[in-house]
């Protein structure tokens, strides 16, 4: 299993392109999350999905959109770049809470930089 | 507000000494509670998950407790080490699969 993968591992953008953080699951989690981390801060949750087809906003949600038209991707979508939104990116899965314990799992991370 | 609030945020120490790392959360509705490391540059690193029905889990140095009524969770770390440091974030889970994360406490060990 690859567990979470997450492309591109960095990428440089120009204010107001747009963009799309790739995440990939192949452990069949139905809990997909979305994480900014800012330097020598904690994570912030963007969005998360409990399954196909299912998104809710998490803390910080503006400027970003996802959608779930699988249980494997969770895809990221950034519209109009701006210099705010150079952070570091974490996508994470779980097998959800029904019969399981929530465990967490993470990619590596793609760090983002808006010029 | 911030929903998971860790204190706290950065902590020097000498190593061999035992010590503590608090999270705090607003809502008493969790489903668990999981305690992660990070080092610099680096992804998460999984270090213990509590149930909300349990009190309290173990791995090795470390042991984790949690209160539900009083909205804390402690890690211990006994006899501290250099390979220690790093940062420590907390995330609680909700009932409805919302996972939010403190903004962690940073260790650094001393030899």
């Known amino acids: 299993n690859a567990g979470v993968t997450q492309t591109p591992k960095f990428r440089i953008l120009k204010i107001g392109q747009s963009m799309t953080l790739q995440c990939a699951q192949d452990?069949?989690?139905?809990?997909m999350y979305w994480y900014r981390q800012d330097p020598g801060m904690g994570l912030k949750l963007i969005y998360y999905?409990?399954?196909?087809?299912?998104?809710d906003k998490g803390e910080v949600p503006n400027g970003y959109n996802v959608s779930r038209s699988t249980t494997e991707d969770f895809p990221l979508r950034l519209e109009l770049a701006a210099p705010s939104q150079t952070s570091v990116y974490f996508c994470?899965?779980?097998?959800?809470?029904?019969?399981?314990?929530?465990?967490?799992?993470f990619g590596e991370g793609s760090r983002l930089t808006v010029l | 507000k911030q929903e998971v609030t860790q204190i706290p945020a950065a902590l020097s120490v000498p190593e061999g000494e035992n010590l503590v790392l608090n999270c705090s959360f607003t809502d008493s509705a969790i489903y668990n509670l999981q305690w992660f490391r990070q080092d610099p540059g680096k992804g998460l690193t999984s270090l213990l998950l509590i149930q909300s029905s349990q009190r309290e889990q173990t791995s090795g140095r470390l042991n984790a407790s949690l209160d539900k009524s009083s909205g804390r969770s402690t890690l211990y770390i006994a006899a501290s080490q250099p390979g220690d440091s790093a940062t420590y974030l907390c995330a609680r889970v909700s009932n409805t699969g919302k996972l939010i994360f403190g903004q962690g406490t940073t260790l650094q060990v001393k030899p």
């Open positions: 999905s409990v399954g196909a087809g299912i998104t």
């Open positions: 994470a899965s779980s097998p959800g809470l029904a019969g399981g314990t929530g465990e967490l799992f």
């Open positions: 452990m069949n989690h139905n809990y």
